[in-house]
């Protein structure tokens, strides 16, 4: 079993930066690929970033290209995810996911999932 929970959300002016956290527990994560997706009111949960817990390797979203960055700390079992030059769109409840069923860099066949976390930037 794994537990994913995120911290770091809030309100930030447009144009400013959060970095969310996500802890990480449970089993090991050395085969994991870790990802952060999102899901704005109304609207469809969406992929924003992946990176693999062991090795190099990342893959965004064209929406966060560029202004956001996906991060871990191994020795903390923490996944981080800098988020710059925030935009009004960028506002939804962020979300924490592992994925053990396949170790590609993709948006999919993530089986866990953390509670969110609410971002909302202000225009």
């Known amino acids: 079993q794994v537990q994913l929970v995120e911290s770091g959300g809030g309100l930030v002016q447009a144009g400013g930066s959060l970095r969310l956290s996500c802890a990480a527990s449970g089993r090991t994560f050395s085969s994991y690929v870790m990802g952060w997706f999102r899901r704005a009111p109304g609207k469809e949960r969406e992929f924003v970033a992946a990176i693999r817990w062991s090795g190099t390797g990342t893959y965004y979203a064209d929406s966060v290209k560029g202004r956001f960055s996906i991060s871990k700390d191994n020795a903390k079992n923490t996944l981080f995810l800098q988020m710059n030059n925030l935009k009004p769109e960028d506002t939804a409840a962020y979300y924490c996911?592992?994925?053990?069923?396949?170790?590609?860099?993709?948006?999919?066949?993530?089986?866990?999932w953390g509670q969110g976390t609410q971002v909302t930037v202000s225009s």
């Open positions: 996911a592992a994925k053990t069923l396949d170790t590609t860099l993709s948006a999919y066949n993530y089986n866990y």
